[in-house]
């Protein structure tokens, strides 16, 4: 059982940036691949970025390609999300995910765990 909490969201200008953080609780945390998901009000849940269990790789949405950077410490059981370049498009609520063994999909079906979410909303 993994219990994920995000933090870090808010509300910034267009241009600027934010780091969230999805922070587990369990032992066996470095076994799971991590997805980032957003969700804005009236829409599907979309990818945004995973990382596998060791961090050698990850994956991102072409819409957040260069802008975005998943990455992991195992130690600390956290993963992070830095967003830059935030446009209005990307507001939404965040959700991270953990997949048991994963490789890093970006299916919401294919993750186990989610955290409850973090606000993002930028400013034009």
């Known amino acids: 059982q993994v219990r994920l909490v995000e933090s870090g969201g808010g509300l910034v200008q267009a241009g600027g940036s934010l780091r969230l953080s999805c922070a587990a609780s369990g032992r066996t945390f470095s076994s799971y691949a991590v997805g980032w998901f957003r969700q804005a009000p009236g829409k599907e849940r979309e990818f945004v970025a995973a990382?596998?269990?060791?961090?050698?790789?990850?994956y991102y949405a072409d819409s957040v390609k260069g802008r975005f950077t998943i990455s992991r410490d195992n130690a600390k059981n956290t993963v992070y999300l830095q967003m830059n370049s935030l446009k209005p498009e990307d507001t939404a609520g965040y959700y991270c995910?953990?997949?048991?063994?994963?490789?890093?999909?970006?299916?919401?079906?294919?993750?186990?765990?989610w955290g409850q979410g973090t606000q993002v909303t930028v400013s034009s």
């Open positions: 995910a953990a997949d048991k063994y994963g490789s890093g999909s970006s299916s919401p079906p294919s993750y186990n765990y």
């Open positions: 990382i596998n269990w060791s961090g050698g790789n990850t």
